[in-house]
């Protein structure tokens, strides 16, 4: 069965700090990866996608892909308190046209 | 500029009896999904549909029907609701099932007593 793994926290980081969040796969043939964002009581909403090929940085956010370790990080530069929520990672293995493994999630916390 | 539209927000049911989740999108997208969310868990894909006219199940999908209304309506019907079907459910669309841009709905709360 394939697997998507997070711990679930929470993760307490100053305000300012850098939060790396981690998430490990199991379907070492996994071609995207994602991470979305959840407010707490709120739906998901995308924040960063990556492929197989290489890392992405967007403004504060930077995705990074471990493909011999079969993880991928999320890493939140200068946290702010409106950064607290829960971060999913999903994953889409290559066999699958439809179908995202997605993790349970990762609570963020900012402290100010 | 709506997105995808859930109803109801909540919703409380006896065991064994039946609703409709009805959800909706006007972004002119293809593919739409319903998920479950349960605590400590991820998002479980209940069912999609790929393009208009098309159903196909997920990877929980027992104790469920969906219907494909038009390009805009996916609906989700539990016939006849047990305790285990209480989580929180999302309806999502994407543009095509290669396109994993999810859009969410607001969800729905749904407990089964």
């Excluded at chain 2, 293809?30 to 790929?50: E, F, K, T, V």
């Amino acid at each position: 069965q394939k697997e998507v793994e997070q711990n679930s926290g929470p993760l307490s980081v100053p305000e300012g700090a850098i939060a790396s969040l981690n998430c490990t796969y199991s379907d070492r043939g996994s071609q995207s990866f994602f991470w979305y964002r959840q407010y707490s009581g709120k739906s998901p909403e995308l924040i960063m996608f990556i492929y197989s090929n290489g890392d992405k940085e967007d403004g504060r956010f930077t995705a990074q892909l471990n493909k011999a370790s079969q993880y991928v990080s999320l890493l939140i530069r200068d946290s702010q308190p409106s950064d607290s929520a829960t971060y999913l990672c999903a994953v889409k293995g290559m066999d699958s046209n439809y179908q995202l493994i997605w993790g349970a999630g990762t609570k963020l916390i900012i402290k100010p | 500029n709506a997105g995808v539209t859930q109803t109801p927000k909540f919703q409380v049911l006896k065991t064994g009896q039946s609703m409709t989740l009805q959800c909706a999108q006007d972004m002119n997208h293809n593919s739409m999904y319903w998920y479950r969310q349960d605590p400590g868990m991820g998002l479980r894909l209940i069912y999609y549909s790929a393009s208009e006219g098309t159903t196909d199940k997920g990877e929980v999908p027992n104790g469920y029907n969906v219907s494909r209304l038009n390009k805009r309506e996916f609906s989700l019907r539990l016939e006849s609701a047990a305790p285990s079907q209480t989580s929180v459910y999302f309806c999502a669309s994407s543009f095509g099932t290669g396109n994993e841009k999810l859009f969410f709905g607001s969800g729905t709360q749904l407990s089964v007593l």
